[in-house]
């Protein structure tokens, strides 16, 4: 791989490569933003290891050219993603805009292989049965609409270079603070589940999804391709909710509620704070983890980049709550 460069590197997947990578012997450059306090541990994990850090907006052509000089291999994983308090116009900026104008610099400065981190967002909601990378792309929200975007952009550039699109599956494990509320509150038991607990998740275990990465930037099959990372098996919101109260030694929540008032009281919310740029304290995307359902094939994984996930869901808990044990993640308050 050479030199590598990972942008959205101070965020949970990217410093997790970075890590990764510079253990193994590998020359490393982050480049990211420092706005959250997960960001802010990351980036001192990141410095402590020696790893080149460059703090720098998706936006800062100049920046970003300085940055790709004498970089041979590229993972992009710099995107706006949760936020629920700023305009679309940022989604766009970053997610497309800020992906076009690094592509660019890399074909110029004859980067070797570009491996794009999407999102099973571009799926939009439920779909029926297994799905496939040729499965519709019927993005439901800004993030899904601007990562398809960028997918769409991306392939017009494919003969200036090698280019790899995985769309990252959810994905969970030490440095992952997103399923943190989940964690905390099946052990505390205030955790309620919203809706039936139906539907699926095909998560992937942070570890497992880092392999599938590395594999993708030195297949000699992965260029031009785009490919689901997904987990070793697909579970249904109560069956996840199941295995982490068995984890720790607590009972299953057994508060219920309703979808439809949920999702009701989640779009009045977004419409009446979103406007004056507060954080609604629930919003629809928040809502998509009791809504959504995903099982994914894995053929084109495993025969293009012979990558096979081997963390269970139940050995990546364990691993999880002990990692947000050690970073005193998981007291009562």
Request: aromatic share 6%; net charge positive; hydrophobic share 40%.
């Amino acid at each position: 791989m050479g030199n590598i460069l990972i942008t959205g590197g101070t965020g949970f997947i990217g410093s997790r490569l970075a890590l990764r990578l510079v253990s193994e012997g590998h020359q490393v450059k982050v480049y990211g933003q420092e706005n959250t306090p997960a960001e802010s541990q990351n980036t001192a994990e990141i410095k402590s290891k020696g790893i080149d850090l460059i703090l720098g907006s998706m936006l800062d052509k100049s920046r970003i050219t300085q940055t790709v000089k004498g970089i041979d291999t590229v993972y992009h994983l710099a995107a706006v993603q949760h936020e629920a308090n700023v305009p679309d116009k940022v989604f766009w900026d970053v997610n497309l805009k800020g992906t076009k104008l690094l592509i660019q610099v890399c074909i110029k400065e004859g980067i070797q292989r570009f491996v794009h981190g999407s999102t099973i967002g571009v799926y939009g909601s439920a779909l029926e049965g297994v799905i496939t990378e040729k499965s519709p792309c019927r993005p439901d929200n800004i993030y899904g609409e601007t990562k398809l975007a960028a997918e769409k952009m991306l392939s017009k550039y494919s003969d200036g270079l090698e280019i790899v699109i995985i769309r990252i599956s959810e994905t969970y494990g030490p440095g992952d603070r997103r399923l943190l509320k989940l964690f905390k509150g099946v052990r505390k038991k205030r955790f309620p589940l919203i809706g039936k607990g139906d539907n699926i998740h095909h998560l992937i275990y942070i570890d497992d999804l880092i392999n599938g990465f590395i594999n993708a930037s030195t297949s000699s099959a992965a260029p031009g391709e785009c490919l689901v990372l997904s987990g070793k098996e697909p579970l249904s919101t109560i069956e996840m909710m199941r295995v982490i109260a068995e984890v720790v030694g607590q009972d299953l929540p057994s508060f219920k509620v309703p979808l439809i008032p949920v999702e009701i009281a989640a779009v009045v919310l977004e419409k009446t704070l979103r406007p004056m740029g507060i954080q609604p304290p629930l919003h629809r995307r928040r809502i998509d983890f009791f809504k959504k359902s995903y099982r994914f094939s894995q053929e084109k994984m495993i025969s293009l980049l012979n990558f096979q996930p081997r963390v269970s869901f139940k050995e990546g808990v364990i691993k999880t709550i002990r990692w947000y044990r050690q970073m005193n993640l998981m007291s009562d308050r």
